[in-house]
């Protein structure tokens, strides 16, 4: 009995170590696939970042280097299926002229694009096209800046109770006024179109030739708030007053990334 005891115990530790083996062996390669999947993902996401870059040179707009992200995981079983869930572009600084010399400015234009069509040979050769079934993205254009793209003198703009306000100084019956009115936002074809309404001054008499003077300022308040190109055909759908600034929400269907993007 003591012989065959004995003989177990070697083939029990051959068993323990080659389990210990295996495991490490499997460790190994799923440390390599996890290696290899980030690899391939910096890889694709660097070259979006530089397709992104291309565009607001070729648009003359600026921002510091795109900071592009795949999401979801593995990346590389979406390699192999030719389906991205998401693809995310921060663009901070971004700068686009505007007309007249001037430029709009958002600290950070966020750029998603979802359900992105690339098959592999696609990928792989750069022949055919990649299509992203949704892209939006959204920024905000800081109340100093909008009101510099006015044109509008002493114009002050600000948020209050979700409705963007504007105060500015008029000039009536020989002195001056603090006058004030809430405006009216509308998106149309891209451009947001701001007029002012309900305009009022402390102090300013209700008289026929006052409330002339007062309805051709506001008139003069009125402007086209027209944003510049966006990457991958981003336009302009929303706009909402907050407290930090108008954001600017845009967005675009059947967006093809071949020429600009993947």
Do not use: C, H
Request: no cysteine; net charge positive.
């Amino acid at each position: 009995m003591a012989e065959v005891y004995g003989s177990a115990r070697p083939r029990k530790r051959w068993g323990r170590r080659l389990l210990i083996t295996f495991v490490v062996l499997l460790l190994l390669i799923l440390a390599v696939l996890v290696v290899a999947d980030r690899m391939g993902a910096s890889y694709a996401e660097r070259v979006i970042g530089d397709r992104v870059t291309e565009q607001l040179t070729q648009q003359k707009a600026t921002s510091e280097k795109p900071k592009v992200s795949i999401e979801g995981v593995p990346f590389l079983t979406q390699v192999l299926a030719g389906k991205y869930q998401e693809i995310k572009i921060g663009l901070d600084n971004f700068s686009g002229p505007a007309g007249n010399g001037k430029d709009i400015k958002m600290p950070l234009l966020d750029i998603s694009a979802k359900d992105v069509d690339a098959p592999l040979d696609t990928v792989r050769t750069g022949n055919g096209d990649i299509v992203a079934s949704t892209v939006t993205g959204a920024g905000t254009i800081g109340y100093a800046n909008l009101a510099e793209l006015t044109g509008q003198p002493g114009l002050k703009l600000s948020e209050r109770g979700g409705k963007l306000v504007g105060a500015a100084p008029i000039e009536a019956l020989g002195q001056t006024f603090n006058a004030s009115g809430t405006a009216n936002l509308e998106v149309k074809d891209g451009v947001v179109k701001v007029t002012f309404a309900n305009v009022t001054a402390d102090g300013l008499p209700d008289i026929p030739l006052v409330r002339s003077l007062v309805d051709t300022y506001v008139q003069k308040l009125a402007f086209d708030l027209k944003v510049p190109a966006l990457p991958l055909d981003l336009k302009v759908q929303k706009v909402q007053p907050t407290a930090g600034g108008l954001v600017v929400t845009a967005g675009a269907s059947n967006v093809s990334l071949s020429s600009g993007g993947l």
